[in-house]
């Protein structure tokens, strides 16, 4: 290779890189349109809707993530204390008042959430939504169920049995077993 082809591909490669440097430097001194919107990327809405559904309750993402961290700290305090044999029984009780207390608080804030969203979506866009939102709810009912979905069970579906749905459930295998 010649000294003025190497020149020149060296020219390019600067040009280049400075380009990129550019580029990089640009992009992050630019502003993000609007905050990620999780929700608003799963319903599909278009982006002056997402704007109005994520912007209708601004406290939601860092409260909901602060009392989800207050769940988790309570439910580790509560293994902590279960694990430990001299735990006294009246300080396990009060923990996990603590751990229910929190809990509650948490699906509440989700509840608030949702209602105050529910009128800015369109009727699809609440089906959808509020669909989702009570099949996990009704899927911290269900446990697996012991007779696998057998006839024995009115309640179950592909295996699984409403919590105390039915007596063959809760009789468990031996009650499911065929006649």
Known sequence: MTRSTMTIVGLVALAVGAGAFL?????????????????????????????????????????????????????????????????????????????????????????????????????EQQRKLLAFCAEGVRARCRKPCAGGGQAGCPRSAGGICLEGGCEACAGGEAAHAAP
Do not use: K, M, N, Y
């Not at 002056?48 to 912007?55: P, S, Y």
């Not at 406290?59 to 902590?80: K, M, P």
């Open 23 to 123: 580029a990089t430097v640009q992009s992050r001194a630019e502003p993000a349109e609007s905050p990620a919107c999780p929700l608003g990327e799963w319903l599909r809405l278009p982006t002056d809707q997402c704007r109005t559904v994520c912007g209708a309750d601004p406290t939601f993402r860092t409260e909901s993530a602060d009392l989800a961290r207050q769940v988790g700290t309570e439910r580790l305090t509560l293994a902590d204390l279960l694990e430990d044999p001299a735990t006294p029984g009246p300080d396990i009780l009060a923990q996990l008042d603590r751990v229910t207390e929190a809990h509650a608080a948490l699906e509440r804030r989700v509840a608030e959430h949702l209602l105050i969203i529910r009128p800015l979506l369109t009727p």
